[in-house]
């Protein structure tokens, strides 16, 4: 069975108070609502009204971007010097081990490891942006640019800037078609 609507619930508390009263056993609304919340597997009615929607349809889980984890070592210069990015927070388990990172720019945020076996060399991450030929003037005006990446403007997804990171990671800069 799918999760039961709220107001799908309220029919079945009012269909066991009149079968509970055909049997003689008077209950008040609200236990018959508490009484159908625990049998759908709810704490109680204001838990099961908080997971289904008043418009009779149930919620749906809200998914977040997801956090692409590239594997690297001694990356921050280039994630923050030459493209942008800020760190957010690193962590070590201890001093001397492996650093973890999280460095992010607008609304894009990207996990780097140097922990052994945290993401695949040679990974992929495309990463949207509103104005990709803005973005390639900003990287080739930063001094020492360790690269110098071009516009691919024939890609499925829109005008692209590939970018190579150190360690073999591709970041593609891409302009939706949405946003040009």
């Avoid at 800069?173 to 949405?178: K, V």
């Amino acid at each position: 069975m799918t999760s039961p609507t709220t107001d799908h619930a309220k029919k079945l508390a009012r269909l066991l108070r009149e079968d509970l009263a055909t049997a003689g056993i008077e209950i008040p609304h609200s236990l018959a609502l508490e009484l159908i919340a625990h049998q759908l597997g709810a704490k109680d009615w204001n838990v099961l009204a908080a997971l289904t929607s008043r418009a009779g349809s149930p919620v749906t889980p809200d998914i977040s971007p997801g956090v692409p984890l590239l594997r690297v070592t001694q990356a921050l210069p280039f994630y923050l010097d030459f493209l942008g990015f800020a760190l957010d927070w690193e962590h070590r388990f201890e001093p001397g081990l492996p650093l973890y990172v999280q460095v992010s720019r607008s609304a894009a945020v990207l996990h780097l490891s140097e922990r052994h076996g945290d993401g695949a060399p040679n990974s992929v991450v495309w990463i949207p942006v509103r104005d990709v030929a803005a973005l390639r003037k900003e990287l080739l005006a930063r001094p020492n640019a360790p690269a110098r990446p071009g516009i691919d403007r024939d890609t499925p997804g829109g005008p692209t800037l590939q970018v190579i990171d150190p360690y073999g990671n591709i970041l593609r800069f891409t302009q939706p078609p949405s946003a040009q």
